[in-house]
């Protein structure tokens, strides 16, 4: 029986496999919380700009005007976005993992993800992803997002490797069987260990 490729290339989202996510519906409700915001208007304005903020058409200080700072407040801006960054958490035990898998396969680590360019790059240089993620395919960087096949398409581009040679991990059931529509074998996270023993079904086996 003829034998899988070799796994030569991770693909990985960050919110949700590597950190938490950066500025989903629960960091807004708790930034709702928090500066006393009316949760339902600033819904109401966030939708329109969400997208576009995250395929980096609209500075974070233009997301900011259109769906917090359209009015006096009794906060500042500094303030808020000092709280929207520090919404962002690492989950070690994964950062661990895939730095120690990229040494001892000698794989090519990209990122692909859904972020906002000013949030990117914190998460980026807060958590020093950078020390082990060759390339990042962010929503900002190429103005397209998942869930649009052509930012998959791309990543095999930039990635200059065959399908069959490339894992891609996320936590959304979508994205993972949108990944799997271009032939590349998938891992749905839901939890460190459960992705380790996948990883290990492919010959990613980590021993730490």
Not at 42 to 48: I, V, Y
Not at 70 to 88: D, E, H, I, L, N
Not at 138 to 144: A, K, L, P, Q, R
Not at 179 to 196: M, P
């Amino acid at each position: 029986m003829r034998r899988p490729a070799p796994i030569t290339t991770l693909l990985v989202d960050v919110g949700g496999v590597l950190l938490t996510n950066g500025w989903d519906h629960h960091a807004r409700r708790r930034a709702a919380k928090n500066f006393n915001l009316k949760w339902a208007a600033m819904e109401d304005r966030q939708g329109p700009s969400f997208a576009v903020h995250e395929e980096g058409r609209i500075t974070l200080e233009e997301y900011l005007d259109r769906v917090i700072f359209y009015q006096k407040r009794s906060f500042t801006r500094v303030q808020f976005k000092r709280f929207m960054f520090a919404q962002s958490k690492p989950y070690p035990e994964m950062i661990e993992m895939f730095a120690r898998l990229k040494v001892r396969y000698g794989l090519k680590i990209a990122v692909v993800s859904n972020e906002a360019r000013e949030l990117n790059a914190y998460r980026i240089r807060k958590f020093k992803l950078d020390g082990f993620v060759d390339s990042f395919i962010s929503s900002c960087f190429v103005h397209i997002r998942k869930p649009d096949v052509d930012i998959f398409r791309l990543a095999l581009d930039i990635a200059q490797a065959p399908a069959r040679q490339i894992v891609y991990i996320d936590n959304t059931p979508m994205f993972v069987q949108i990944a799997e529509g271009l032939g590349i074998r998938s891992i749905l996270h839901t939890d460190y260990r459960s992705t380790c023993a996948k990883l290990a079904s492919f010959g990613l086996k980590n021993d730490g």
